[in-house]
């Protein structure tokens, strides 16, 4: 089958900085892509690349298996999300709906009438008239979610698509925006810097850091197998070992551990048999409901978090802050981890 | 009472601090502007006796009558009319690639270099401009010069043989004065249109792309209509400038009369206020129903 979207070995250079550094990845068709990483990290570069708003300086981006550098937008069969939304301010919020039919030549009724149709995919049938400064963020979303689907793209790119909503209101968005590429079937290839949403959403999800791909993965394999330090900082919020800190506890390569594995004790409390163990001073606990995130800053120089169960955090409740900890873990519960690519 | 105080004192008493910000220049704005203007307005419902050449201080439509029926005046007003169309199409029609230039490609130097080459002729004498003008259109001057050199010369004297524009030469023309007037407003035109253009996001201009708009279509959907706005301030200028302009007409092109020059002779030689004034409301109502009619196809729904 014929990739959605192929990188081969794409490049983008602004001046001296490397947008985009040698890039190949393919999306399937269906997929629900997210690209993942901090901002500069070259995951908008990629998608301006694939809307054909930029061209590549080396290599090549392909659509459904066509080289498409030296096709402009309003050629592709892709359409975005933008992140401001960039609804047109001089138009309805239907005539906006309608604009992609409108510039295709469909008649005034029939493009209407499918925009109307748009309209109440993203449940805002009754609000065609209005103008997008009278809509709140979230309308506004919705119609430029309409806005895009109208032209029935084989691709949707989504750019930080719920970056300006409140919290509530993009749990929400997450779930339909999920169901509706399902119902769909379009590919999505989504950009954003929340690894929350990327993991909650993603079919796959590339992370991008320094305008290179360090790991394209499945959300869980990310989550519990992190291959670069970087992925397991950026994804999982993850304690990472250096190869140094990793030597001292006898262990050969550089690895990372998520707080959930860490048990804390009282210092001069032995760990485990077959378990390794550090020490620390703790530096802060903070309360989250269910667990607590105590910081821990170890003799080795680095600062760890270990997630406490409400549990256990009754036996260390006589530790002060500044106090001395013990932290352990099971080997098995330590990811090796290689070379950062982009570092 | 020292300053603290005072700030203390406009502090809990905004309305206060608002009035001293404007009650000065309000209180200018009011009597000195409006104030003349009323007393303008006032004075062209009075009328003059033809025999005694005195002014009449009872209010009448008598003078307004003389200016709407009267051939000669309703030919001046029909002539300042159409240049002031013609002259704010043209300003219009050369200054939107230069202002789009300006707001949507230019960068850094370039920018600053079309900004300031915009405004300097305006930091110039308006007279010595125009003068300037008398000389660059004369018929020995440079532009008839080079129209000579390049083998112009017939097409030159066909736009002069052309009835109603033409005249013995450019500088002597209603054509010359149009090229005046179009240079000497164009500023006006394109700054209020940079503006405007400069607002627009360029994610719209991405967005209609995105969604199939070739970009005529994204010029013509998109950007002209956000640009519009801009237009409209700018042709407000554009019009209302070369309505009430007095030089440009006594100096560059044919002798027909233009408002400004009629308000001009009538309150001063001819000593006709209520005939002066009642010219000079006719920009006002022109004006007026240009902004209405702006209005109307949407000008301003974009502010």
Known sequence: MTSAIEFRAVSRVFGEVRAVDDVSFAIEPGEFFAMLGPSGSGKTSCLRLVAGFDAPDRGEVLLDGQDVSAVPPYDRNVNTVFQDYALFPHMTVLQNVAYGPRVKGVERGEREQRAREMLELVQLGALGERRPAQLSGGQRQRVALARALINRPKVLLLDEPLGALDLKLREEMQIELKSLQKKLGITFVYVTHDQGEALSMADRVAVFNKGKIEQLAAPRELYTRPRTEFVARFVGGANVASAAMAQQLGSSMPFALRGEHITVRAENMPAPPGALSTAGAVVAVQYHGAVSRWQVQLDTGALWSALVSEEDARSLSGIPVGGRVRLSWPREAAVDLAESPGA | ?303
Not at chain 2, 85 to 97: G, M
Request: proline share 6%; net charge positive.
């Open chain 2, 1 to 303: 009472m020292n300053l603290r105080a005072a700030s203390t004192f406009f502090y809990r008493r905004p309305y206060g601090y608002l009035a001293l910000l404007l009650v000065p220049p309000l209180l200018w704005f009011g009597t000195v502007y409006l104030g003349s203007l009323f007393a303008l307005l006032w004075q062209s419902f009075y009328r003059i006796d033809d025999f005694t050449a005195q002014i009449v201080r009872e209010p009448t439509l008598e003078t307004y009558k003389q200016l709407v029926t009267q051939p000669a005046n309703v030919d001046i007003v029909v002539r300042t009319l159409t240049m002031a169309v013609a002259v704010t199409i043209a300003c219009a029609l050369i200054a939107l690639p230069i202002a789009t230039y300006m707001a949507r490609y230019a960068r850094g130097r370039m920018k600053a270099f079309f900004y300031v080459g915009v405004m300097l002729p305006m930091w110039t004498s308006y007279l010595v401009k125009v003068y300037a003008w008398r000389l660059l259109l004369a018929k020995e001057g440079i532009i008839a010069w080079v129209a000579g050199k390049l083998g112009l010369m017939s097409v030159l004297d066909a736009l002069l043989a052309a009835p109603g524009i033409g005249g013995p030469s450019l500088s002597t023309s209603y054509l010359g004065m149009f090229i005046v007037f179009t240079y000497m407003w164009l500023p006006f035109m394109i700054l209020p249109m940079a503006a405007a253009l400069e607002r627009v996001p360029g994610s719209l201009l991405q967005a209609s792309a995105d969604l199939g708009a070739r970009p005529a279509q994204t010029f013509r959907n998109v950007v002209l209509p956000l640009a519009v706005p801009g237009i409209a301030a700018g042709s407000v200028f554009t019009f209302s400038l070369t309505l009430g302009d007095y030089v440009i007409p006594s100096v560059v092109g044919a002798p027909g009369y233009f408002i400004g020059m009629m308000v001009y002779t009538q309150q001063g030689t001819a000593g006709n206020i209520p005939l002066a004034a009642a010219f000079s409301v006719v920009p006002i109502v022109l004006i007026s129903i240009y902004l209405a009619i702006a209005k109307r196809f949407g000008a301003f729904d974009a502010l």
